[in-house]
Antibody, heavy 119, light 109 residues
Framework: QLQLQESGPGLVKPSETLSLTCTVS??????????WGWIRQPPGKGLEWIGN???????YYNPSLKSRVTISVDTSKSQFSLKLTSVTAADTAVYYC???????????WGQGTLVTVSS | EIVMTQSPATLSVSPGERATLSCRAS??????LAWYQHKPGQAPRLLIY???TRATGIPARFSGSGSGTEFTLTISSLQSEDFAVYYC???????????FGGGTKVEIK
């Protein structure tokens, strides 16, 4: 059974860089036909797609975040990562990683990790 | 960007009753629409993709319909475990990418 687990600091200072890693287990991150994505949910708000990456390196970013986001993949570690620069309080959210069937739907998702931006 | 609008924001339903949730797209997404269930503190769960195909392991009481700009998720007989927030998501517009609706909270009446 495929499982994804987010990890990273739960507290980031304003203007600094948020860094998270998603570890994939129970399946191959290099499987054909699957992208790997990041989604976030600010407190009390809905879901926002951040971006996704294919094991070969093809990447798509949400245009509203593109200038601050970098997603990368390390197939040797079965991990993919998110970096979000110049964070503000508006970036406080639960961050989820998920597998994406081609550029379609997300399934399954990780449990999510809360990242708070505060000094 | 395609804007997805869900209604109502909150739906109060008694256990055993039917729940009907709506999702509207600002332009046609054909049937490239998914529905998710999200409970507090848990990972969102894929319910429906392709507007009407149930994901693996999803009970038959969940059904999706619609195409173009109007979509519906129906829960035929609400069980206690179905009280959650439901999101729709379109995946037709690459680039720039996909968008989620704002969610409908299904609560106990």
């Amino acid at each position: 059974q495929l499982q994804l687990q987010e990890s990273g600091p739960g507290l980031v200072k304003p203007s600094e860089t948020l860094s998270l890693t998603c570890t994939v287990s129970g399946g191959s991150i290099s499987s054909s036909g699957y992208y790997w994505g990041w989604i976030r949910q600010p407190p009390g708000k809905g879901l926002e797609w951040i971006g996704n990456i294919y094991y070969s390196g093809s990447i798509y970013y949400n245009p509203s975040l593109k200038s601050r986001v970098t997603i990368s993949v390390d197939t040797s570690k079965s991990q993919f990562s998110l970096k979000l620069t110049s964070v503000t309080a508006a970036d406080t959210a639960v961050y989820y990683c998920a597998r994406m069937e081609w550029l379609h739907w997300f399934d399954p998702w990780g449990q999510g990790t809360l990242v708070t931006v505060s000094s | 960007e395609i804007v997805m609008t869900q209604s109502p924001a909150t739906l109060s339903v008694s256990p055993g009753e039917r729940a009907t949730l709506s999702c509207r797209a600002s332009q046609s997404v054909s049937t490239k629409l998914a529905w998710y269930q999200h409970k507090p503190g848990q990972a969102p769960r894929l319910l429906i993709y392709g507007a009407s195909t149930r994901a693996t392991g999803i009970p038959a009481r969940f059904s999706g319909s619609g195409s173009g700009t109007e979509f519906t998720l129906t829960i035929s007989s609400l069980q206690s475990e179905d009280f959650a927030v439901y999101y729709c998501q379109q995946y037709t517009n690459w680039p720039p990418g996909l968008t989620f609706g704002g969610g409908t909270k299904v609560e106990i009446k």
